[in-house]
T-cell receptor, first 111, second 109 residues
Framework: EAAVTQSPRSKVAVTGGKVTLSCHQT?????MYWYRQDTGHGLRLIHY???????EKGDIPDGYKASRPSQENFSLILELASLSQTAVYFC??????????FGPGTRLTVL | EQQVQQSPASLVLQEGENAELQCSFS?????VQWFYQRPGGRLVSLLY???GTKQSGRLTSTTVIKERRSSLHISSSQITDSGTYLC???????????FGAGTKLTVKP
């Protein structure tokens, strides 16, 4: 059974709308991450968390918020979705170090 | 600043040829991992290699910390090896990993 799951798997949103992407892990890992992937850019770090109820900004946090209500769950929130936020979003969990376990990704299209 | 640089950006091989992928870092690190991704797919960990040489099947990774680089060698490439290979590094155990842009590998019959 997949240890990191994401929902929804794909979503079409309207510009200015609110979008929430969810991630759930059963690895019992303390660390969780949100990345976005665009062609030619690899993965870029948006937000991450070391412990429940605490989040940290990554390299491209503008326009995104994160929430970690429990060790298992980590959400990414786009309060006012924009065209430039069309991308594939990946969640990952980690026991620490560079070792990471990824979810299947969410394809977000903002129109 | 792009902390992780990968080369080449793309590589096309005939089945059976070897591939050499490179990753360089803007800082010293002993936390290096290689990942594989099919188009539109999940990232799968290939090798964790903080230093020296590590092998897994047809994959061999060599990381030279003092030169801030890591390489991934794929021997006897197969069509199913096609996809994108990404390397990631972190400064220490508590630092969030950063990724390179990836090398897109295409293996032709």
């Amino acid at each position: 059974e997949a240890a990191v799951t994401q929902s929804p798997r794909s979503k079409v949103a309207v510009t200015g709308g609110k979008v929430t992407l969810s991630c759930h892990q059963t690895n019992n890992h303390d660390y969780m991450y949100w990345y976005r992937q665009d062609t030619g850019h690899g993965l870029r770090l948006i937000h991450y968390s070391y412990v429940a109820d605490s989040t940290e900004k990554g390299d491209i946090p503008d326009g995104y918020k994160a929430s970690r209500p429990s060790q298992e769950n980590f959400s990414l929130i786009l309060e006012l979705a924009s065209l430039s936020q069309t991308a594939v979003y990946f969640c990952a969990s980690s026991p620490g170090r560079v070792e990471q376990y990824f979810g299947p990704g969410t394809r977000l299209t903002v129109l | 600043e792009q902390q992780v640089q990968q080369s080449p950006a793309s590589l096309v091989l005939q089945e059976g040829e070897n591939a050499e992928l490179q990753c360089s870092f803007s800082i010293f690190t002993n936390q290096v991992q290689w990942f594989y991704q099919r188009p539109g797919g999940r990232l799968v960990s290939l090798l964790y290699n903080p230093s020296g040489t590590k092998q897994s099947g047809r994959l061999t990774s060599t990381t030279v910390i003092k030169e801030r680089r890591s390489s991934l060698h794929i021997s006897s490439s197969q069509i199913t090896d096609s996809g994108t290979y990404l390397c990631a590094m972190s400064r220490n155990n508590n630092n969030a990993p950063r990724f390179g842009a990836g090398t897109k590998l295409t293996v032709k019959p």
